[in-house]
């Protein structure tokens, strides 16, 4: 990276305007609900209601409305509604405005045709009492009502949380009522099955021998008019499932989305590919709510029913379907344990190729230039082969289920008939009744079959499904029943008590005894070794982990009261390995502070150097980056880091490593405007070069975790020229 001279240094009167920070966020409904939820006693942030949701220019839509409204524990519902009937008692509610405003309605008195109204963020918040005639011109005929959901407390015990409900089977029982439409459906199908055996039987009984010309006609109006019915419910069901299906995938998959974006990072898995491989799992537990699966449940019962009506017909008839159905079954249930540890075995495999694709595709030049190609292609090929040799096996199988139950089925058929013709010869039955036992048999067979194919799909689907709910109930950052303090501004004091941190799994602490104070306007560097814990204290710092042992207080606050999305939003990052996401360089740059001013814009570009990599780019701020900012040099993306974290204007930097890979001139120019900009701000330096310390005034010493040397930059440094200070430098 080369941007050149120091003529663009920053003079003190271009640092980025303080009112950067203060600018709007999440929009007039975050605000409305942000005071209900107090008016109600739950006190939460904006950023915590809003962390994660997929807002429209950082504005929450009436749409997102109730997904953060649960975060406050409110429940909520959008009713189209008139003043006059706007329910008094369920005040306090929220009225859309025109123009994209809304207001919290206290209460209303239809009588006197006044309401009691707050416009959050938009007056001083105070009540104003207005008429329905003024309101109903900017009224858009919505209202948004809210109830707390009942909190259980810790006294309620496991027993209280568990009835919280399964993330699958709430979000299932969401469509209840499509679904109760579909058993409707199914009902009257079944029951209209029954018309063409019917219509059979008496043909052959009575029409064909009565010459019955009149009858015949009459019964097969009759019938076309069933069958006709039984399309239409037919469609019907299959409309409604798919319907509750995809509205069910849409909200689950948001929901999952969720639980990834906010797990913590103790939590979360190993392996990015295994997990991955865990959320497509998500797709067979899909397949699960379709139509096909759906309607074999349902109709299974009806499968009993058609069995006694052929046993009413003629008792032997019903011998061959109930001996047949329960083979089928049978067979179905004996290949079980083997489709179990075969379901085990692919998933285990599938998660492993996912992995070594993922981790190849990640550091496919470290693959090159170390040559590991073959290496990566031996376990891809054995992991491919070995889950390739377990898939044979599991289509065996169920192609070995379906061809049994075929073959039931045409025996059945057989059975049936060779039954029905000596009871015919006995006179036990006529014609027409084996003909309409034989239509029933085959229909009863229809769900058996189904179901015994299902259960062939039952363990990979299981696997599926405890592999997301594995996923689903790792702790997220934002707990059920935390009630965080809100702390939108910071000042930047920090103060470490006795803290202590070991990674999951890992023995040896990274962190250990740590006590120091950095106080508001304070710019410190923290130095050490490779491995000696400078960036750990950094993710402790942004909540990225939990420390062990100990204390954190920010601005005299435990950290652990504080929401880490708020914490994060004010705090400017320029982390050791910076990440940009696919899209341009000005996506990149602002995105998540959509309200960013062009000033500012230009002003934090010329801080961090990025202007450099604007000019000399055809496309300027429309350049793209590429996926993890692959088309930048590594220079370049702490650059455009450093403009992120100036952009935010926070009074907390962290920098860690923030010039590592930038040329002297660079580096140089950076420093100068960093000093400049961090003038009243908190400022931990984490650093190797020692041309950066000129940014800080007191040093921290950390080696093997635990601080070794902490004082004035000059002396710590010379104390560390001397050799002084443990084995640090
Ligand atoms: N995600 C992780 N899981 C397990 N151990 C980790 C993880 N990240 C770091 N460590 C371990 O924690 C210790 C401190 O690591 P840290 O990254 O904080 O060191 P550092 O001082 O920033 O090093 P460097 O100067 O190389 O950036 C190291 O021993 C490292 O192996």
Same mark, same amino acid.
């Given at each position: ?57 950082? #504005?929450? *839509? ?101 009835? !919280? ?10 469509? !209840? ?33 009565? &010459? ?6 009459? %019964? ?28 069910? &995938? ?6 999952? %989305? ?18 991955? &491989? ?35 017909? /003629? ?8 001996? $047949? ?21 692919? @998933? ?22 170390? @040559? ?42 057989? /059975? ?41 799909? +039952? ?43 070991? +990674? ?12 120091? *104070? ?29 420390? *062990? ?23 400017? #990052? ?35 150097? #990025? ?8 496309? $300027?701020?429309? %350049? ?6 692959? &088309? ?49 701000? *908190? ?21 093997? $975790? ?24």
């Amino acid at each position: 990276m080369s941007q050149n001279s120091t003529s663009e240094h920053l003079s003190t009167e271009t640092a980025v305007p303080r009112e950067t920070s203060s600018l709007p966020g999440g929009g007039p409904l975050v605000a409305s609900l942000t005071l209900i939820a107090a008016l109600h006693g739950r006190r939460i942030s904006c950023d915590a209601l809003l962390s994660g949701l997929p807002m429209e220019n950082g #504005v929450l *839509t009436p749409a997102l409305f109730s997904r953060a409204a649960k975060r406050a524990g409110l429940a909520s519902k959008i009713i189209k509604s008139p003043l006059e009937r706007i329910n008094g008692l369920l005040c306090p509610a929220v009225l859309i405005l025109g123009g994209s405003r809304a207001c919290v309605v206290t209460s209303i008195d239809a009588a006197a045709e006044k309401a009691s109204v707050i416009f959050p963020g938009e007056m001083d918040e105070g009540t104003a009492e207005l008429s329905f005639e003024t309101l109903r011109d900017i009224y858009t005929g919505y209202v948004i009502y809210l109830k707390p959901q009942f909190k259980f407390d810790e006294r309620a015990g496991a027993d209280g949380k568990r009835r !919280k409900g399964h993330w699958f089977w709430e979000t299932l029982a969401t469509e !209840k009522n499509i679904y109760r439409d579909v058993i409707i459906a199914s009902l009257l199908s079944n029951i209209f099955a029954f018309a063409m055996p019917l219509f059979v039987m008496n043909v052959y009984n009575r029409v064909v021998p009565n &010459n019955a010309v009149e009858t015949l006609w009459v %019964m097969a109006i009759g019938v076309f008019i069933m069958i006709t019915a039984d399309f239409a419910l037919h469609m019907a069901r299959g409309y409604l499932t798919d319907l509750a299906a995809s509205r069910t &995938n849409t909200r689950l998959s948001a929901d999952m %989305m969720e639980q990834v974006l906010s797990m913590r990072s103790e939590a979360r898995p190993a392996s990015v590919g295994s997990m991955v &491989n865990s959320i497509q799992g998500f797709d067979s537990v899909r397949s699960f709510i379709s139509s096909a699966t759906v309607f074999a449940y349902v109709d299974l019962p009806f499968s009993i029913f058609f069995i006694i009506v052929i046993a009413i017909i /003629a008792w032997p008839l019903a011998i061959p379907i109930l001996i $047949g159905g329960l083979l089928v079954l049978a067979e179905a249930v004996m290949v079980q344990k083997q489709m179990r540890e075969l379901s085990e075995t692919t @998933n285990r495999a599938s998660s492993l190729k996912n992995a070594t694709m993922v981790e190849s595709l990640v550091a496919i030049e470290s693959v090159k230039t170390q @040559n590991l190609e073959s290496t990566v292609q031996n376990r891809w090929e054995k992991t491919v082969a070995h889950l390739e040799a377990a898939n044979v096996k599991m289509r065996l199988l169920s192609s070995a289920v379906i061809s049994w139950t075929q073959w039931i089925n045409v025996t059945i058929s057989i /059975a049936t008939m060779v039954i029905g013709v000596y009871l015919i010869r006995a006179n036990a039955i006529s014609m027409g009744s084996l003909i309409a036992a034989y239509m029933l048999s085959s229909r009863a067979m229809m769900p058996i079959s189904r179901v015994a194919g299902l259960l062939m799909q +039952y363990y990979s689907t299981s696997r599926s499904l405890s592999a997301l709910d594995d996923i689903m109930n790792k702790e997220t950052e934002h707990e059920e029943g935390v009630t965080f303090l809100s702390r939108p501004d910071i000042a930047g004091g920090i103060q470490f008590r006795d803290v202590g941190f070991a +990674y999951p799994e890992q023995e040896r602490p990274a962190l250990s005894a740590l006590n120091f *104070t950095v106080k508001p306007g304070e710019h410190v560097a923290i130095v050490g070794p490779i491995g000696s814990g400078k960036s750990t204290l950094f993710k402790l710092i942004l909540k990225l982990f939990r420390q *062990t042992e100990g204390s954190i207080l920010i601005d005299g606050t435990d950290s652990r009261q504080m929401d880490p999305a708020e914490l994060r939003r004010a705090v400017g #990052v320029v982390p050791q390995e910076v990440m940009l996401f696919y899209g341009t360089l000005r996506d990149n740059l602002v995105m998540g502070n959509p309200y960013i001013t062009d000033q500012a814009l230009l002003q934090a570009i010329q801080i961090s150097g #990025v202007d450099g990599i604007v000019k000399n780019h055809p496309k $300027g701020f429309d %350049m793209q980056v590429g996926e993890r900012g692959a &088309n930048l040099s590594s220079g370049q993306r702490q650059a455009v880091a450093i403009a992120r974290a100036v952009l935010k204007n926070p009074s907390l930097l962290l920098l860690d490593e923030p010039t590592s890979a930038m040329d002297s001139g660079s580096e140089e120019r950076v420093r100068h405007n960093l000093k400049i900009f961090a003038k009243d701000k *908190t400022l931990l330096l984490v650093t190797h070069r020692t041309a950066l310390l000129d940014l800080t005034e007191r040093v921290i010493v950390l080696d093997g $975790g635990r601080i070794v040397a902490d004082g004035p930059k000059e002396q710590i440094l010379a104390a560390l020229k001397e050799g002084a200070i443990g084995r640090a430098y």
